[in-house]
């Protein structure tokens, strides 16, 4: 069975700072995708970025980027110039590629505030 | 394209009373799932479905029943509401199991109260 952490249940970060969310992970795949969604006030569920574990580049999306160690399993989240409209709650969720499912197993996610 | 969509939106139930939660989505995907949030907890997965007369428990399967007669549709089903159920809900859909470049599509969710 596969474990995802988010060990700090929220940051603040200052309008236009960089802030860096963490995660990590456990798995015996070798094989699987890794993501971050956003979730604002709104409730909805954003895709922010998305990473193929045997892809040893980082995945970018414009200011949110990821650090991707597979060998240590984590998965961290970097957002640059941070936007008041980054206020939300982030979550890291991950999902084997192996199997005929499209299970996601989601940590517990993060409040991010960004302060004005 | 309305996407995944979930209804109703908001619903409070009495202790032991019984209740569906729809979702349909447009899309023609093969996966469906149902999760639920709770405050500290993230999102844990009900039951899901890989097409449609094909159903399979997740995580958190106790007190949910679901059925996929059709791939549009994959409501969700509380026999006897407790309490504990106190949750919200969100239905998630994708084009092919098992593809992570296909990211899931969620719903709006639904808030479910249970007295």
């Known amino acids: 069975a596969q474990t995802v952490t988010q060990s700090q249940p929220e940051m603040s970060v200052q309008e236009a700072e960089t802030v860096t969310l963490s995660c990590t992970y456990d798995?015996?795949?070798?094989?699987?995708?890794l993501f971050w969604y956003k979730q604002p006030p709104s409730r909805q569920m954003i895709l922010v970025i998305r990473?193929?574990?045997?892809?040893?580049q980082n995945a970018t999306e414009n200011r949110f980027s990821v650090n991707f160690q597979k060998a240590a399993k984590s998965f961290s989240l970097k957002i640059s110039d941070s936007q008041l409209g980054d206020t939300a709650m982030y979550f890291c969720?991950?999902?084997?590629?192996?199997?005929?499912?499209?299970?996601?197993?989601f940590g517990k996610g993060i409040t991010l505030s960004v302060r004005p | 394209n309305a996407g995944v969509t979930q209804t109703p939106k908001f619903q409070v139930l009495k202790t032991g009373q019984s209740m569906t939660l729809q979702c349909a989505q447009d899309?023609?995907?093969?996966?469906m799932s149902w999760y639920r949030q709770d405050p500290g907890m993230g999102l844990r997965l009900i039951h899901y479905?890989?097409?449609?007369?094909?159903?399979d428990q997740g995580e958190v399967p106790n007190g949910y029943n679901v059925s996929r007669s059709t791939t549009e549709d994959f409501p969700l089903r509380l026999l006897s509401a407790a309490p504990s159920q106190t949750s919200v809900y969100f239905c998630?859909?994708?084009?092919?199991?098992?593809?992570?470049?296909?990211?899931?599509?969620f719903g709006d969710g639904t808030r479910l109260s249970i007295l």
């Open positions: 998630a859909s994708s084009p092919l199991a098992g593809q992570g470049n296909q990211p899931q599509h």
């Open positions: 798995t015996s795949e070798n094989n699987y995708y």
């Open positions: 990473q193929e574990a045997y892809k040893q």
């Open positions: 969720a991950f999902m084997a590629t192996t199997g005929a499912n499209s299970k996601l197993t």
């Open positions: 899309m023609n995907h093969e996966y």
């Open positions: 479905s890989v097409g449609a007369g094909i159903t």
